[in-house]
C-alpha cells in the first residue's frame, strides 16, 4: 500500500438498520488487516444518545463521535482513509479534507446507492446516515452540519453509483443541479474523470458506502440495492481518479457482516476496494 494513515471510526449511531451493532464488527474486521502502525481509531460511546429535539437520532453521541474524530484527523498524515461505521463515520473527515485545502479545490465523489441528502424535515426515518451528504452542504443541526471553510459547495460534488433517492431527495438534487454518474457510467471509467474534472477541482475525497456495489458482490450491507456496480468496476473507478486528482482523504464505509464467516467471505472484494484506494498505480484507461 502507499502511505496512507487509517482512522477508524466503529460508529454505529447514523444507521437506520436494525444489524446497526454490526457495523461495529464490520470495522473490525477491516481493521485486521490495515497496517498497525499508521492506524488510529475512535473510541465510539456505547450509549445510543439522545435526540435532543434536534430530529436527529442518537444526535448527542453522533456530535460526540465527531468531536473525537475531529482531534484524530489533527494530527494524522494525509491522506486518510477512514474506516466506519455508518455513512456518517466520516462526517468529520470531510470536514477537515475540504477545510484543508483552498476553497473549491476539493471535489467529493459520494459513491453509494443512496444519495443520504434528506433533510430533518425530509427523512422518513431520522437516521443520520441518510442526511450525511446534507450536512456537509451545511443544512444540519449545530454540531453535524458544516461551516465556514468546511462547508462542501454542491458545485464539489458528484454523487456515483447511485440509483435510490427519496423524492426529497430527488427533488433537492433536480433544484440544485448536483451531479449524478450512475452505474450505466462506471462502463467507461473517464465518465467519473470528466464529471469530477467539470467542478474544477484539482483534489478528490472519495467516500464509498459498499451498497454501491451490486448485491450479488457484497452479502454484509444493510440496505442492498439492485443493479449496482461491479467490483472491478469500481476499483477501476477509484483509480482512474487517482490518476488525475490528488487523493485528499477516502472512506469505506456500512459493513455490517451477520457473523465473522460472513466477513471473511467478504473482505477480499473490500480489500481490494482498500487497495485501489492505496496501491500503486497501473494504467488506467
Same mark, same amino acid.
Given at each position: 500500500?502507499?502511505?496512507?494513515?487509517?482512522?477508524?471510526?466503529?460508529?454505529?449511531?447514523?444507521?437506520?438498520?436494525?444489524?446497526?451493532?454490526?457495523?461495529?464488527?464490520?470495522?473490525?474486521?477491516?481493521?485486521?488487516?490495515?497496517?498497525?502502525?499508521?492506524?488510529?481509531?475512535?473510541?465510539?460511546?456505547?450509549?445510543?444518545?439522545?435526540?435532543?429535539?434536534?430530529?436527529?437520532?442518537?444526535?448527542?453521541?453522533?456530535?460526540?463521535?465527531?468531536?473525537?474524530?475531529?482531534?484524530?484527523?489533527?494530527?494524522?498524515?494525509?491522506?486518510?482513509?477512514?474506516?466506519?461505521?455508518?455513512?456518517?463515520?466520516?462526517?468529520?473527515?470531510?470536514?477537515?479534507?475540504?477545510?484543508?485545502?483552498?476553497?473549491?479545490?476539493?471535489?467529493?465523489?459520494?459513491?453509494?446507492?443512496?444519495?443520504?441528502?434528506?433533510?430533518?424535515?425530509?427523512?422518513?426515518?431520522?437516521?443520520?446516515?441518510?442526511?450525511?451528504?446534507?450536512?456537509?452542504?451545511?443544512?444540519?443541526?449545530?454540531?453535524?452540519?458544516?461551516?465556514?471553510?468546511?462547508?462542501?459547495?454542491?458545485?464539489?460534488?458528484?454523487?456515483?453509483?447511485?440509483?435510490?433517492?427519496?423524492?426529497?431527495?430527488?427533488?433537492?438534487?433536480?433544484?440544485?443541479?448536483?451531479?449524478?454518474?450512475?452505474?450505466?457510467?462506471?462502463?467507461?471509467?473517464?465518465?467519473?474523470?470528466? /464529471?469530477? %474534472?467539470?467542478?474544477? @477541482?484539482? #483534489?478528490?475525497? &472519495?467516500?464509498?458506502? $459498499?451498497? *454501491? !456495489?451490486?448485491?450479488?458482490?457484497?452479502?454484509?450491507?444493510?440496505?442492498?440495492?439492485?443493479?449496482?456496480?461491479?467490483?472491478?468496476?469500481?476499483?477501476?473507478?477509484?483509480?482512474?481518479?487517482?490518476?488525475?486528482?490528488?487523493?485528499?482523504?477516502?472512506?469505506?464505509?456500512?459493513? /455490517?457482516? %451477520?457473523?465473522?464467516? @460472513?466477513? #471473511?467471505?467478504? &473482505?477480499?472484494?473490500? $480489500?481490494? *476496494? !482498500?487497495?485501489?484506494?492505496?496501491?500503486?498505480?497501473?494504467?488506467?484507461?
Amino acid at each position: 500500500m502507499s502511505p496512507a494513515s487509517f482512522l477508524v471510526v466503529p460508529q454505529w449511531q447514523g444507521s437506520g438498520s436494525s444489524r446497526a451493532m454490526r457495523l461495529i464488527d464490520g470495522a473490525e474486521a477491516i481493521r485486521g488487516d490495515l497496517p498497525t502502525t499508521a492506524t488510529h481509531s475512535v473510541a465510539v460511546p456505547a450509549a445510543a444518545g439522545e435526540a435532543l429535539g434536534t430530529g436527529v437520532l442518537r444526535y448527542s453521541s453522533l456530535t460526540l463521535v465527531r468531536e473525537l474524530a475531529e482531534a484524530e484527523l489533527a494530527v494524522l498524515e494525509a491522506p486518510i482513509v477512514t474506516i466506519g461505521g455508518d455513512c456518517a463515520a466520516d462526517l468529520a473527515s470531510v470536514q477537515h479534507a475540504v477545510a484543508s485545502h483552498p476553497a473549491g479545490s476539493v471535489a467529493v465523489v459520494w459513491f453509494d446507492a443512496h444519495g443520504d441528502l434528506n433533510s430533518v424535515s425530509t427523512s422518513p426515518s431520522g437516521a443520520f446516515h441518510g442526511m450525511v451528504v446534507r450536512a456537509l452542504l451545511g443544512d444540519g443541526p449545530d454540531g453535524l452540519a458544516a461551516t465556514g471553510p468546511a462547508r462542501l459547495h454542491h458545485e464539489q460534488l458528484v454523487l456515483a453509483g447511485t440509483r435510490a433517492l427519496d423524492d426529497g431527495e430527488s427533488a433537492f438534487v433536480d433544484r440544485i443541479g448536483i451531479r449524478v454518474v450512475g452505474p450505466d457510467g462506471f462502463a467507461d471509467p473517464q465518465t467519473l474523470v470528466a /464529471a469530477v %474534472e467539470a467542478t474544477g @477541482a484539482s #483534489g478528490v475525497y &472519495l467516500h464509498i458506502d $459498499l451498497d *454501491v !456495489l451490486d448485491p450479488a458482490a457484497v452479502d454484509g450491507i444493510g440496505f442492498p440495492e439492485p443493479f449496482g456496480v461491479s467490483p472491478e468496476q469500481l476499483s477501476d473507478a477509484i483509480r482512474a481518479l487517482r490518476a488525475r486528482f490528488e487523493l485528499v482523504g477516502a472512506a469505506i464505509t456500512e459493513f /455490517a457482516p %451477520e457473523s465473522p464467516e @460472513a466477513a #471473511g467471505r467478504d &473482505l477480499p472484494v473490500i $480489500l481490494r *476496494v !482498500l487497495g485501489a484506494l492505496t496501491g500503486p498505480l497501473r494504467d488506467v484507461g
